[in-house]
């Protein structure tokens, strides 16, 4: 998205805005959108993207499963040691709040 780079979300938003139905529903017209969506600023209460992803046993799980619930949505890699520092904090904190309905969606 070099435009987004060069003149900014909204400025690029506004000229998607200014083209036509066909250029918006052209395989770049339809780039820009998602870009648009994945790159939207979230609010409290606004929809998030379903992410589904394989658990250490191979069954799929979403984050959609957790809908109602207080998620913490961890991205994380093995090699990387503050995320590895932090592991013991997110089980204590798992463990103060679960009955509460606190719930740790890990991607790594």
Not at 34 to 48: P, V
């Given at each position: 998205?070099?435009?987004?780079?060069?003149?900014?979300?909204?400025?690029?938003?506004?000229?998607?805005?200014?083209?036509?139905?066909k250029n918006q529903t052209s395989f770049y017209g339809k780039k820009?959108?998602?870009?648009?969506?994945?790159?939207?600023?979230?609010?409290?209460?606004?929809?998030?993207l379903n992410l589904k992803i394989s658990d250490e046993s191979g069954n799929i799980r979403e984050l959609s499963d957790l809908k109602g619930k207080t998620v913490l949505l961890e991205f994380w890699a093995s090699w990387c040691k503050p995320c590895?520092?932090?592991?013991?904090?997110?089980?204590?904190?798992?463990?103060?709040?679960k009955d509460f309905g606190f719930e740790i969606f890990a991607v790594s």
């Open positions: 998205m070099s435009g987004s780079k060069k003149w900014g979300k909204e400025k690029t938003k506004e000229l998607y805005d200014k083209l036509s139905v820009l959108k998602e870009y648009f969506t994945l790159n939207k600023a979230l609010q409290i209460g606004d929809e998030f590895r520092a932090e592991n013991p904090n997110l089980i204590k904190n798992y463990e103060k709040y």
